[in-house]
């Protein structure tokens, strides 16, 4: 079955400073999808990543799928308090049921 | 165009009662998912519906656990005669088409006492 690896599990970085988080996946993958959660809510959708090599953008974070549809890297730009949280990446096998499966995320702080 | 609607937000049960968590999807999102997250283990897949089908339910457990996504109406998750392992949050999602993103609900977080 497929597995997510997120790394690193954790991270805290001074404001204004860039940070990476990445997502490996043991199988190609049909969709990527990046997520932020705050504790104690939902999961607020941020981008979807389905061909190999794409890359999105908005505001300050970029995605990008490699070549081989195996791994994703997020980049915040200059963070920000308000980028705190958890990351996470979902991947889904196509086919007529996109269930999401999930790594187990990536916490960010970001101090002032 | 109002979110995913999840209600209760907390729900609090004693072992072996049951519990009933309902789930309004975005205006148009005939595409609905269950999910769990429990510390340290992450969200998991639990069940996809579609009005009135049950499309996998792979992930779901065989016994205590029944989903519903009725013409009308929220979608349903219904959990019998609760164990102190159900505690969790349980998440909906919604998607107008398959291949569209899914958008969350804020979850319902259920203690079992």
């Known amino acids: 079955s497929q597995e997510l690896e997120q790394s690193p599990q954790s991270l805290i970085v001074q404001e204004g400073k860039n940070l990476t988080i990445n997502c490996t996946s043991s199988?190609?993958?049909?969709?990527l999808y990046w997520y932020k959660q705050k504790y104690g809510e939902g999961l607020i959708f941020l981008m979807m990543?389905?061909?190999g090599g794409e890359e999105k953008s908005h505001e300050k974070i970029t995605a990008k799928l490699d070549e081989k549809k195996q791994q994703s890297s997020l980049h915040i730009t200059a963070s920000q308090p308000s980028h705190a949280g958890i990351y996470l990446c979902?991947?889904?096998?196509?086919?007529?049921?996109?269930?999401?499966?999930w790594g187990l995320g990536t916490s960010l702080a970001v101090n002032p | 165009n109002a979110g995913v609607m999840q209600n209760p937000r907390h729900l609090v049960r004693r072992r072996g009662q049951e519990a009933r968590l309902r789930c309004s999807p975005m205006k148009g999102h005939s595409h609905v998912y269950w999910y769990r997250q429990l510390p340290e283990e992450g969200l998991k897949f639990m069940v996809y519906l579609q009005k009135e089908n049950i499309i996998d339910e792979s992930g779901m457990p065989k016994e205590r656990f029944s989903a519903e996504f009725p013409k009308e109406g929220p979608s349903i998750l219904r959990i019998q005669q609760v164990v102190r392992g159900d505690s969790a949050a349980y998440f909906c999602?919604?998607?107008?088409?398959?291949?569209?993103?899914?958008?969350f609900g804020d979850g319902t977080r259920l203690s079992i006492l």
């Open positions: 999602a919604s998607s107008p088409l398959l291949d569209q993103p899914q958008h």
């Open positions: 979902g991947a889904d096998g196509g086919g007529n049921n996109r269930k999401l499966i």
């Open positions: 199988k190609t993958l049909y969709g």
């Open positions: 990543l389905q061909k």
